[in-house]
């Protein structure tokens, strides 16, 4: 297995969503190239950042009561 | 025959989301604002990450809870109010994107140069330390399919098979375009990094 062949499957192989074959030929070209996986690292540190988004804590709302009061408008 | 501690456990908790909902089908504006205000943030937060631009996703809130107006009475219970309300969030974003012939984009982004792995320089470029508002950022820099379904799957844990039915497209379309997405995203927050 090369570079791009591994670099296309690393999502699935991370879903643990591969045959046993391919994930073996996966793990072997892991254990020699470096650079696939940093890829995959970081592929899956986006991954574990994305789950953590969800609570939205972080994003800036827009003000609720004014956008209450347009919907209000609107209903009406 | 139920007993009277069975109807107790079907009678849903005041205020809870059902009750509310109930109450709101049956015209009660109070009840319709206290369900506005318990799921405002997640309905605009879903609706600015699918979306991108936040006046967009400041009208596509309301047009959401508009419609969760008109079809509050149609909420049966089956699925938690919050599934329900965040899949008619998801449609009324698809709507949109249909309306503004938003085209999911091909499984291969036209015209990007594929990632190229140059043996011993990978790793002097790795991605640093990514952190929730680089990630933000850069999702909000994807184009809209790939955005929608890497919002879908890896922020708001949907299924592929969930996914290429409400986008209408084919199941390992949903899973090329993740993969895509996933490294795109990699690649916007390099160039940013290297930009700081």
């Known amino acids: ?76 | 025959m139920a007993t009277v501690a069975d109807v107790e456990t079907l009678e849903p908790a005041a205020d809870s989301d059902v009750d509310l909902a109930r109450r709101a089908a049956e015209g009660e504006d109070a009840a319709f604002e206290a369900l506005y205000h318990r799921h405002f943030r997640r309905v605009y937060s879903l609706c600015l990450r699918m979306l991108g631009n936040p006046t967009e996703a400041e009208d596509l809130t309301q047009e959401t809870f508009a419609n969760l107006y008109r079809k509050v009475g149609s909420f049966r219970g089956d699925s938690q109010f919050t599934t329900w309300l965040h899949r008619m969030t998801v449609n009324q974003v698809l709507m949109h994107f249909r309306k503004r012939s938003v085209k999911m984009e091909k499984t291969t982004f036209e015209g990007e140069t594929p990632i190229q792995i140059v043996k011993g320089t990978e790793n002097a470029n790795r991605m640093p330390v990514v952190d929730r508002i680089a990630l933000e950022s850069a999702i909000q820099q994807l184009a809209p399919g790939y955005r929608s379904v890497f919002v879908l799957h890896d922020v708001e844990g949907y299924e592929h098979e969930e996914i290429a039915r409400m986008l209408g497209i084919a199941e390992g379309t949903s899973k090329s375009q993740l993969h895509k997405a996933r490294l795109k995203l990699r690649d916007l927050i390099r160039k940013q990094a290297a930009l700081n």
């Not at chain 1, 297995?1 to 994930?23: F, G, H, R, T």
């Not at chain 1, 996986?37 to 939205?56: C, N, P, S």
Request: glycine fraction near 2%.
């Open chain 1, 1 to 76: 297995m090369n570079c791009s062949q591994a670099v296309e499957l690393l999502s699935e192989y991370y879903a643990d969503a591969l045959d046993e074959n391919i994930i073996i030929e996966i793990k072997t070209h892991l254990l020699e190239c470096q650079p696939c996986v940093g890829i995959f690292d970081d592929v899956t540190l986006i991954v574990t950042t994305a789950r953590i988004l969800r609570d939205g804590e972080h994003i800036p709302y827009p003000d609720e009561q004014v956008l209450w009061q347009r919907l209000t408008v609107a209903r009406h």
